[in-house]
């Protein structure tokens, strides 16, 4: 839709959800640190819904925050066949921000390195994450925003517990692998769905990716068709496992490494902070909306099939 022909409602509608994204992206940033007083901001624009909100609301925090912060866009064109060129050119102008278009074919290099019919997400990923480090070393950038939100990273905690049995995902902030950048994730308290809805009422230019955006069988789509059925049956499922990743018990995990279960004892119990009464207390239980029948109605075997790693 057209923001400039919004009906009065839809006006309304539009400023409540501008002002939550505003909030929840600010409350992220604040939390963790994420932008200093200084801080030259690289935002990775792919030219998805997600990482045209995240400038879009960065942008309006950088106009009413306390601290001075630079943004430069960054987009890297992949040489994708029918790649429309002008586009985030042509956008990135009219905002008149500073931007840069980095040129790299890791198209060619992922067709000619992955089989027919095999998914190119994993590679290309990895090539295109290392040419956007280079490039916020190059343009001197502080910090690396992604676009990622908090269905992302709920789907990455089960994907990794599904596939390579580790109880971890990405987190709103952290170091680089290759140790020299700083990488953000405004976006993170933010649902997919309130982004969509942003992004449809700004009417953003949105490009599709023609390399991977058919390639829907995929265990990440299987993982996102399980959560979108928790949130439809149980609404507010998906938050909470958001929030649990927030509020860690080490004591009440399985983990040698990140609790000294092999010296406890009961002289050290005074230390512990948490202990076995699991769901005796209800009050401690979040409680999330039932199905309509009153009872889950999810059925893991209704998923859709899982391709190889």
């Not at 409540?16 to 409350?27: A, D, I, V, W």
């Not at 680089?176 to 953000?184: A, G, P, Q």
């Amino acid at each position: 839709m057209n923001p400039e022909n919004l009906t009065a409602l839809e006006k309304k509608q539009f400023a409540k959800l501008n002002k939550k994204l505003r909030h929840e992206t600010g409350k992220a940033i604040i939390d963790y640190n994420m932008i200093e007083d200084g801080d030259r901001v690289m935002v990775c624009l792919s030219g998805g819904a997600d990482s045209y909100t995240m400038l879009d609301i960065l942008i309006q925090l950088q106009a009413a925050a306390p601290i001075s912060f630079d943004i430069i866009a960054v987009n890297l064109d992949q040489k994708q066949p029918g790649f429309p060129e002008d586009i985030l050119p042509r956008y990135l102008e009219n905002l008149g921000i500073e931007y840069k278009i980095v040129q790299k074919d890791t198209y060619s290099i992922v067709k000619d390195k992955i089989p027919e019919g095999k998914t190119t997400c994993s590679l290309c990923s990895r090539l295109r994450r290392g040419i956007l480090y280079n490039a916020a070393v190059e343009l001197r950038a502080t910090k690396l925003a992604l676009g990622h939100h908090a269905d992302d990273i709920v789907e990455t905690l089960f994907l990794n517990m599904f596939y390579g049995a580790k109880m971890k995902t990405m987190p709103p902030k952290l170091i680089s692998d290759d140790k020299r950048n700083i990488v953000i994730r405004p976006l993170a308290y933010c649902r997919e769905a309130d982004i969509k809805a942003y992004s449809a009422f700004k009417a953003f230019p949105i490009i599709p990716c023609n390399l991977c955006g058919s390639q829907e069988n995929l265990q990440r789509q299987a993982v996102k068709k399980m959560l979108a059925q928790w949130d439809e049956a149980n609404p507010g499922r998906v938050n909470n496992c958001f929030n649990s990743i927030r509020n860690i018990v080490p004591s009440h995990l399985a983990d040698l490494k990140a609790f000294d279960f092999v010296n406890m004892d009961l002289e050290r119990a005074d230390e512990l902070t948490e202990f076995d009464t699991a769901f005796d207390n209800e009050i401690d239980v979040i409680p999330t909306a039932q199905s309509k029948s009153g009872v889950e109605n999810f059925d893991p075997n209704e998923m859709v099939t899982i391709v190889e790693l």
